[in-house]
T-cell receptor, first 112, second 113 residues
């Protein structure tokens, strides 16, 4: 059974650009959550999508957005990149609510 | 409000020694508690979880944790450290009916030969 797949694994972008990260959850999982991990702030929740609807949202500016497709794959987009957006972005997949979360290996975004 | 506090950002033990990583939670309702491990440039792997079925929870790789409501603690232990245990460990809490995790700041475990 394939795990959670995040692409790309590494990304370098310039300030002001935008970026799109992708997450393919485990087959049959309906929930996808996104987290930002930085040395200073640790792991912070960005948002959760469940059956194509955003169900929970963290305290991030509107530059951070996401969506989920009918096949449960999810994308997150960050516009007008700032140096502080450099982080490891992790995606978690749940079959349903209150079920075990499986994490992908993350996308390492570096903003220069 | 949900939160977890991990005491000690770095812990160093000798191979074969006891591992004790501390986690205290703050929750207004009975929580779901988790320990995750992260190896460099990797995602998070679930070690164990507490879901109120038993206070002593056994996980993978010989780890276990005990839920102590009176102390609001969920400390992670392993009787004998192995070199392969060197990683960063995160305690997390989640509310019922939500898939949102609140993570502690993490503890980096160093295992000395």
């Amino acid at each position: 059974k394939a795990g959670v797949t995040q692409t790309p694994r590494y990304l370098i972008k310039t300030r002001g650009q935008q970026v799109t990260l992708s997450c393919s959850p485990i087959s049959g999982h309906r929930s996808v959550s996104w987290y930002q991990q930085t040395p200073g702030q640790g792991l912070q929740f960005l948002f959760e999508y469940f059956s194509e609807t955003q169900r929970n949202k963290g305290n991030f500016p509107g530059r951070f957005s996401g969506r989920q497709f009918s096949n449960s794959r999810s994308e997150m987009n960050v516009s007008t990149l700032e140096l502080g957006d450099s982080a490891l972005y992790l995606c978690a997949s749940n079959r349903d609510t209150n079920t075990e979360a499986f994490f992908g290996q993350g996308t390492r975004l570096t903003v220069v | 409000a949900q939160s977890v506090t991990q005491l000690g950002s770095h812990v160093s033990v000798s191979e074969g020694a006891l591992v004790l990583l501390r986690c205290n939670y703050s929750s207004s309702v009975p929580p779901y508690l988790f320990w995750y491990v992260q190896y460099p440039n990797q995602g998070l792997q679930l070690l164990l979880k507490y879901t109120s079925a038993a206070t002593l929870v056994k996980g993978i790789n010989g780890f276990e944790a005990e839920f102590k409501k009176s102390e609001t603690s969920f400390h992670l232990t392993k009787p004998s450290a192995h070199m392969s245990d060197a990683a960063e460990y995160f305690c997390a809490v989640r509310r019922n009916n939500f898939n949102k995790f609140y993570f502690g700041s993490g503890t980096k475990l160093n295992v000395k030969p």
